[in-house]
Antibody, heavy 128, light 112 residues
């Protein structure tokens, strides 16, 4: 049974680095069939794409966050992680990890992958 | 300001049909990128509802359907039920400014 579980500090100080981990169970993150991604949702607002990683280590980031974001994978623990540097109050949000999948003839391109399984999310507050 | 534009809210009575629109442009939906829809019930994580414009994942009732035309897409819900109340998001890929997945601002569905 596939499950994704986010973990990490719930409180981060302004200007510090936010670090979260997504632990995946039920499928290997080294599978070439999937990408693994992060999405966030500020309180009372909509969803924002952060970025993703492929089993090869290739990463893809939202251009608006690219200068501050690093996504990495730990195959020995079947986990992938998010680091967001120089955080501010605007980075306060629920952070979700998700599996990206593609079903069909278009799966040769990263564009066509969608989030088919989500974690429950973890709340991160940026405050001193 | 979201790249994809959705109405902030829609409402309907039980049993009725509602539609939620998702307006994009030439660098996303109009460029041929697929539209996916997610349902977020109160206090829960988003759940995939429609993928590749029109397809339902296993377990999603056929009361939910998606369509796409030119630079926009729509989600239709028939036979509205109280448990459908929540937020709905469209998502696509945008090739401008370096390329990224993009979401609509979300639509709150109220079953009155």
């Amino acid at each position: 049974h596939l499950q994704l579980q986010e973990s990490g500090p719930g409180l981060v100080k302004p200007s510090e680095t936010l670090s979260l981990t997504c632990t995946v169970s039920g499928v290997s993150i080294t599978s070439s069939s999937y990408y693994w991604g992060w999405i966030r949702q500020p309180p009372g607002k909509g969803l924002e794409w952060i970025g993703s990683i492929y089993y090869s280590g290739s990463t893809y980031y939202n251009p608006s966050l690219k200068s501050r974001v690093t996504i990495s994978g730990d195959t020995s623990k079947n986990q992938f992680s998010l680091e967001l540097a120089s955080v501010a109050a605007a980075d306060t949000a629920v952070y979700y990890c998700a599996r990206l999948f593609c079903d069909g003839a278009n799966c040769y391109s990263y564009y066509y992958y969608y989030m088919d399984v989500w974690g429950n999310g973890t709340t991160v507050t940026v405050s001193s | 300001q979201s790249v994809l534009t959705q109405p902030p809210s829609v409402s309907g009575a039980p049993g009725q049909r509602v539609t939620i629109s998702c307006a994009g442009g030439s660098s996303n939906i109009g460029a041929g990128h697929h539209v996916h829809w997610y349902q977020q019930l109160p206090g829960t994580a988003p759940k995939l509802l429609i993928f590749d414009n029109i397809n339902r994942p296993s377990g999603v009732p056929d009361r939910f359907s998606g369509s796409k035309s030119d630079t926009s897409a729509s989600l239709a819900i028939t036979g509205l039920q109280a448990e459908d109340e929540g937020d709905y998001y469209c998502q696509s890929y945008d090739t401008s400014l370096g390329g990224s997945r993009v979401f609509g601002g979300g639509t709150k569905l109220t079953v009155v």
